[in-house]
């Protein structure tokens, strides 16, 4: 074994003697953390869905009558009203109709005239005891047969005026029309099978969505007490339509379980679209004293949903919570918190029970969202 030589061990010792311990290591400074404090308020209770835009009614125009379709008298797309008239077939055709009836109503009411009086005669000649039974029997006969040529042409000159009207074509409803199927100047037949045009009713116009069967008794019991309202949601940042809830179906789908039903929206100004999709709202009652706070401080851990709550102290507590229902911003806590209490929004991954934090700029809790039942 070497030895070490004396100078070398003097100057170890030295330096060793030089060297100060060690001191406490710094405290780390509090986590940041963001917070809110949580409110006491009245919200709605609401279910949320997806809902299909569907017309009040649906009108495929084809002619009654065939002919050459001479005038088109509205632009594609255009809003229309009721009996606006729209389309033009060759009217000549039936108006020479309507005059052939007219001529041979005129023929048969002369005949009628002419056989009324041979049988006035005949009465009068039969009273004197001059008229034989005979010749009165055919008389009368010829005079009730003209009666009902008569009868017939009247008719025959309706059924003729009735196609006449025919040939101009108008608006059964109110609403929008579609695309002209058929060019100005094409022939058309009577009740084809492909329309000329159709018109879709938009104002008022129906949302049908599905719920699921679970809601349904809260649904039921809600609208029997009053309609109601049903909110459209087109797109963020837009207001919402407002309609009623003006159908439950009366059945469930087995396939899918669940039940269809369908709001009325007046749809004055009309944004909604037939076949548009729209996210769906439906109010079923306001939950008075209800506390909320932004979703993003309520966390999950093994044993359920949880908050971390800031004292006076600004020291953190891990305090347990019974969400009632949670939207995309905020969550309605039913029990384990109050109102008035700041809980941590951001910041939550570095925190234990018991630690100090620092506390950064508070959030206030969102606006009244959207809900779904309890």
């Known amino acids: 074994m070497r030895r070490i030589p004396a100078p070398v061990l003097i100057l170890c010792l030295l330096f060793a003697g030089c060297t100060k311990p060690p001191g406490p290591r710094p405290e780390a400074p509090p986590p940041p953390v963001t917070v809110a404090v949580s409110e006491k308020r009245t ?17 495929a125009i084809r002619p009654r009558v065939g002919g050459q379709l001479t005038e088109v008298l509205f632009k594609e797309g255009e809003y ?3 009996d606006q008239k729209l389309l033009t077939i060759d009217p000549r055709p039936y108006q020479a109709a309507v005059k052939l009836a007219e001529a041979t109503l005129a023929k048969s009411r002369a005949m009628l005239k002419g056989a009324e009086l041979d049988l006035e005669r005949l009465e009068k000649v039969d009273a004197g005891g001059a008229a034989s039974g005979v010749e009165l029997d055919k008389s009368r006969t010829v005079a009730a047969a003209a009666k009902a040529s008569v009868a017939i042409d009247e008719a025959s000159l309706d059924s003729a005026k009735i196609q006449a009207g025919y040939t101009t074509i108008t608006s059964p409803l109110d609403g929008r029309v ?14 084809g099978l492909n329309p000329l045009v159709v018109i879709h009713q938009v ?4 949302v049908t969505f599905a719920l699921p069967e679970q809601e349904l008794p809260a649904v039921a019991a809600a609208q029997a007490e009053a309609p109601l309202t ?4 087109l797109r963020e940042g837009e207001p919402p339509m407002r309609g009623k809830l003006a159908f439950i179906d009366n059945a469930v789908n087995v396939g899918s379980g669940t039940m269809s039903l369908k709001a009325e929206f007046p749809n004055r100004d009309h944004k909604l679209w037939p076949g548009q999709f729209v996210d769906v709202v439906l109010t079923l009652r306001d939950r008075p004293d209800s506390v909320l706070i932004p979703t993003a401080a309520v966390q999950a851990g093994q044993r359920g949903t949880f908050v971390f709550v800031v004292n006076a102290e600004r020291k953190v507590e891990l305090r347990p919570v019974t969400v009632a229902f949670e939207t995309d911003r905020e969550a309605v806590i039913s029990s384990g918190l109050s109102a008035g209490e700041t809980v941590v929004t951001e910041g939550q991954l570095r925190l234990v029970a018991g630690l100090k934090v620092d506390v950064k700029a508070g959030l206030p809790v969102p606006a009244v969202g959207k809900g779904k039942p309890e």
Do not use: C, D, Y
């Open 203 to 206: 104002s008022p116009i129906f």
């Open 43 to 59: 919200v709605p209770v609401q279910v949320r869905t997806i809902g299909t835009v569907k017309t009040v009614a649906t009108v």
């Open 230 to 233: 049903v909110e459209a949601l």
């Open 178 to 191: 579609g695309e002209l199927l058929v060019n100005q100047g094409n022939l058309v037949e009577a009740n």
């Open 80 to 82: 229309v009203k009721k």
